[in-house]
Every structure is written in structure tokens, then in C-alpha cells.
């Protein structure tokens, strides 16, 4: 494939691509993005997405196939508003999707649907995961079959909200030498219907050991979090949001902690940054979203795929996403 990314789906808007190899063809889930009129806020009031639609691939080069609606807001029970970047995990036959959406009271919950086949259609739950919150579910399946889901997202995804699994009186998101809000990791149950333990806080150190701080917001985690596993090594890659970068850390099990590396992703044109990390075929891939082909309409975005290359370390050779 050409060292440049690919548009993936240029006739919609689509972002926050989840990826995995099912059944030897790679599969998309991403977040679908449209026009609905709502002004832009440091809520996230104008990501007002209301379906999800999942995409193969037979090659990295080849063909995008659209499989259709997989599911829609309509049809969740307990939804109130907005379908965020979501995931999907195979367990016993059956396929998973996690879907972060808000309730009626406009907290975020994380759902997940069942499907017998990757592309859907899923069927969702009659309620959210109990005591799930936040969101940006990434699903990650270890060699020994333990399945953990990585979660959360500050400012509109009101992770500022929670201490402990619980929900606060008043948000604080921290400033300066405070720690950094953390990303959560849960063991998910055998039937990948709900959290088999109490979430547990991701901790990202710097180079002298030390936990990344609020104010360090270069490095700190913000959203998109997801998990892969590269020569035994747990990497650990998310948003650091505000700051526009897609950022890893690499540790030796699922739950950390995680020692800071680097930038996997400089800013793309567009303020969100969203990946899913996969190998597919014997090379991995970064799939990730920009604004370019909206014309910079922050929450009109559009998937892309490049090669993601890894130095001799481990380290992952950086990426220029074309922003600032
Ligand atoms: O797509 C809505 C939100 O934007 C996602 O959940 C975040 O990760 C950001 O990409």
C-alpha cells in the first residue's frame, strides 16, 4: 500500500474506527457522523450521531463493502441521545458490539448488542451495562481468552464525573501537578454481557516513573482509548484531546501500568483524533479520521488507514496526520 493514508468511505462521514480480523477479513466499526444542525460545544452536543453502520474488507487495498444499519438509536430501550465510538468483540459464536449513548437523564452508559454475524444486525440489551459510565468502549481479547474493555472520555464524556466508579456532586477534572484523569480497564464477564470486577484506573508513567499530571496535557490521557498486543507487549494508545495527539504507552499486562513512548499520530485537520490499531495480513495498521474532505466541519469526519511501522525497540515510528 502507498505510504500516504487512504479515504475510506468517501461518500459518507464516518469516525472512531474499531477494527479487527474476523474470520480473515477485517472489519470496521466506526462512529456515523452527520449534519444536525446542532451548534458545536465543549459538550459534544453536534456529535449527535444516531446509527452505526460496519464495513470489511477482503485487502487493505481493495474494496470497502457497506454492510447496511447494524444498529440504531431507535431500537435501544433505554436510549435517550448520541452514539459515540463504539467496538466489537467475538466470544462462542456470537458477536458483541459496546456502544457508549445517554440515557434518558443524558448520562452516558455503555450498551452492547449481540449479533451472529460481524457485520450485525445487533440486537441491544434491554439496559446499559450495570455500572458502566462514560465512554469510548475499546475491547481487547488477550491469548488467553480473558476479554477487558478500556473506557472513558473527559469534557463530553463525562468521565470528570466519576471517583472510584462513582458518580460525584460536582466534576473536577484536576490542573497542574494533580494527577491526570485517568482511562478505566475492566475484565468483562464470560458472557460479555457486563464488567466481571469493579473498573480499575489505567496508570500512564513518565520516563522517571512518575504518573502522568493533570497539567501535562501533551501526554495525559483524554478519550479513545484502545489496546494491542505487539511482541508480548501490552501498547496502551489513546487522545490526548485538546492537545490533538494520538499518544502510546506499553506495559506488561492488561491493566499497567503503562510507560509513556511517544506520539503515535501528530494532529490531523479536525479537533477530535480517533484510532483502532490491527494487523491484518502480516503489517499493522493505523486507521484514524480527519475533517480534510468537510472542509475542517469538526464533527463531519472521515476514516483513513495508513501502515504503522515499528522500530527495532518496539517503538512506533510517529505519523504525520497533516494538521497542525
Ligand atoms: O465521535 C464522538 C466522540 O468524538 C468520540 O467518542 C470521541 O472519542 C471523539 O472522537
Known sequence: MKKEARYLVPGDYMADPAVHVFNGKLYIYPSHDRESGIPENDNGDHFDMCDYHVFSMEDIDGEVTDHGVALQVKDIPWAGRQLWDSDCAYKNGKYYLYFPLKDQTDIFRIGVAISDKPEGPFIPQPDPI??????????????????????????????????????????????????????????????????????????????????????????????????????????????????????????????????????????????????????????????????????????????????????????IKTIDGGGE
Not at 145 to 169: H, I, P, T
Not at 201 to 214: C, F, K, V, W
Not at 245 to 264: E, H, K, S, T, W
Open 130 to 315: 450495570r455500572g458502566s459510565y462514560s465512554i469510548d468502549p475499546a475491547v481487547f481479547e488477550d491469548e488467553d481468552g480473558q476479554s477487558y474493555m478500556y473506557f472513558g472520555g473527559l469534557w463530553g464524556g463525562q468521565l470528570q464525573r466519576y471517583r472510584n466508579n462513582k458518580a460525584q456532586e460536582s466534576a473536577v477534572l484536576g490542573e497542574g501537578d494533580e494527577p491526570a484523569l485517568p482511562s478505566r480497564v475492566v475484565r468483562l464477564s464470560d458472557d460479555m454481557l457486563g464488567f466481571a470486577e469493579e473498573p480499575q484506573a489505567i496508570t500512564i508513567l513518565d520516563e522517571n516513573g512518575q504518573p502522568l499530571t493533570a497539567g501535562d496535557n501533551a501526554r495525559r490521557f483524554f478519550e479513545a482509548s484502545w489496546m494491542h498486543k505487539y511482541n508480548g507487549k501490552y501498547y496502551f494508545s489513546y487522545s490526548t484531546g485538546d492537545t490533538h495527539r494520538l499518544c502510546y504507552a506499553i506495559g506488561d499486562n492488561p491493566y499497567g501500568p503503562f510507560i509513556y513512548q511517544g506520539v503515535i499520530l501528530t494532529p490531523v485537520v479536525g479537533w477530535t483524533t480517533h484510532h483502532g490499531i490491527c494487523e491484518f495480513k502480516g503489517k499493522w495498521y493505523l486507521f484514524h479520521h480527519d475533517t480534510v474532505p468537510s472542509g475542517g466541519r469538526t464533527w463531519l469526519r472521515s476514516l483513513k488507514v495508513c501502515e504503522l511501522e515499528y522500530n527495532a525497540d518496539g517503538t
